[in-house]
């Protein structure tokens, strides 16, 4: 199982990203899918979550301006980031809780960051 991160780039203050992520392999249910960033020095923390039963979490930082959404149907979750600010910069990361079509035990699985840098 994978899970393909991308849309990071740089972009100024007041600027919009919208951040996907695809999960692929022989994955029977996702429970979760969300996104994490994590700035130099700092540990990862939680941006958003969006759970199977639709209940959705925000970091207190970024409520009001990202918006998480998932497509089931593939898999995927993004992350729409408007009025981006320079304390927004880190590396953002893709996580699912998900079972294996092989195995019904929930994992966790992250993928590759994709950087976020905003300049102010």
């Known amino acids: 199982v994978q899970l393909q991160a991308s849309g990071g780039g740089l972009v100024q203050s007041g600027d919009s990203l919208k951040l996907s992520c695809a999960a692929s392999g022989s994955i029977r249910n996702i429970v979760i899918m969300g996104w994490y960033r994590q700035a130099p020095g700092n540990e990862r923390e939680l941006v958003a979550i969006?759970?199977?039963?639709?209940?959705?979490n925000y970091a207190d930082s970024v409520k009001g301006r990202f918006t998480i959404s998932r497509d089931s149907a593939k898999n995927a979750v993004y992350l729409q980031m408007n009025s981006l600010k320079p304390e927004d910069t880190a590396v953002y990361y893709c996580?699912?809780?998900?079972?294996?079509?092989?195995?019904?035990?929930?994992?966790?699985?992250w993928g590759h960051g994709t950087l976020v840098t905003v300049s102010s």
């Open positions: 996580k699912a809780v998900l079972t294996l079509t092989t195995d019904i035990a929930p994992r966790q699985v």
């Open positions: 969006a759970r199977q039963s639709n209940e959705i």
